[in-house]
Nanobody, 120 residues
Framework: QVQLVESGGGLVQAGGSLRLSCAAS????????MGWYRQAPGKQRELVAA???????NYADSVRGRFTISRDNAKNTVYLQMNSLKPKDTAVYYC??????????????WGQGTQVTVSS
């Protein structure tokens, strides 16, 4: 099993910045893809950004150029730097880790979520 613990959410004014952190209980070298998703009230969960272990990053069109996903392998942690925040970015943000079938840890893992609220 893999545990993911998020931190860094909160309340910020429009135009401000926040950095979310997601600490994994295993080496992130063993995780194929880590990502951040978000879910606003009444809406489906959507991908915000993803970072594969051996590929390029991927961003939702709505956040490209404002958000940056990165990883610190030594700390087994993935970050989401969010700049120029907008009220429409308000949501619960979830960390995700996907491990493919070649691993005994195969599965799709989720953190508990962290609330981000952007006021206008």
């Amino acid at each position: 099993q893999v545990q993911l613990v998020e931190s860094g959410g909160g309340l910020v004014q429009a135009g401000g910045s926040l950095r979310l952190s997601c600490a994994a209980s295993v080496s992130i070298f063993s995780i194929n893809t880590m990502g951040w998703y978000r879910q606003a009230p009444g809406k489906q969960r959507e991908l915000v950004a993803a970072i594969p272990s051996g590929g390029s990053t991927n961003y939702a069109d709505s956040v490209r150029g404002r958000f940056t996903i990165s990883r610190d392998n030594a700390k087994n942690t993935v970050y989401l730097q969010m700049n120029s925040l907008k009220p429409k970015d308000t949501a619960v943000y979830y960390c995700n880790a996907y491990i493919n079938r070649s691993s005994r840890l195969y599965g799709d893992y989720w953190g508990q979520g962290t609330q981000v609220t952007v006021s206008s």
